[in-house]
């Protein structure tokens, strides 16, 4: 879980920077925050749902096989 925690939040950070970047040459300066901040939610809630349901599913599967043999 720590783990997919780390890893939402090095991939939300970074789209977050790069879309504010984008926003900041194209519109103003608190679109560019807004669409940013939304943009790196939403990215950081998929990337550490996913790594956790992965990382419970290989619990699970690691769990089964040593319990079957």
Do not use: Q
């Amino acid at each position: 879980m720590a783990a997919a925690s780390a890893l939402a939040f090095v991939v939300s950070e970074t789209i977050d920077a790069f879309i504010y970047a984008w926003l900041m040459r194209r519109r103003s300066r608190a679109l560019a925050m807004i669409g940013s901040n939304v943009a790196g939610l939403a990215v950081d809630s998929v990337v550490f749902v996913a790594g956790t349901l992965s990382a419970g599913l290989g619990l699970i599967l690691v769990v089964a096989v040593m319990t079957a043999g």
